[in-house]
Nanobody, 117 residues
Framework: QVQLVESGGGLVQAGGSLRLSCAAS????????MGWYRQAPGKQRDLVAT???????NYVDSVKGRFTISRDNAKNTVYLQMNSLKFEDTAVYYC???????????WGQGIQVTVSS
């Protein structure tokens, strides 16, 4: 059983910063992809950023240059440093873990990020 526990969300003013963390536990294989997705009210869940166990990253265009994803493989933890936050970044952010090219796909419970304008 795999568990993903997110932390670090909250309320911040536009232009501010937040750092999200997601700790994974359970049967986690060394080769995997961890990532962050977000879902705004009334919208679908969308990719924000991913990082492979080898450190290769991918970002949605809207966060490039503002968000940085990183991971600590020894701690099975992925981070999302969010700078220059905008009102439109407001959403529930979900941690994701994919193993075996997505055949195993796990989600955290979600954490609220609210950016006030």
């Amino acid at each position: 059983q795999v568990q993903l526990v997110e932390s670090g969300g909250g309320l911040v003013q536009a232009g501010g910063s937040l750092r999200l963390s997601c700790a994974a536990s359970g049967s986690i294989f060394s080769t995997n992809v961890m990532g962050w997705y977000r879902q705004a009210p009334g919208k679908q869940r969308d990719l924000v950023a991913t990082i492979t166990s080898g450190g290769r990253t991918n970002y949605v265009d809207s966060v490039k240059g503002r968000f940085t994803i990183s991971r600590d493989n020894a701690k099975n933890t992925v981070y999302l440093q969010m700078n220059s936050l905008k009102f439109e970044d407001t959403a529930v952010y979900y941690c994701n873990l994919k193993i075996f090219n997505g055949r195993l796909d796990y989600w955290g419970q979600g954490i609220q990020v609210t950016v006030s304008s």
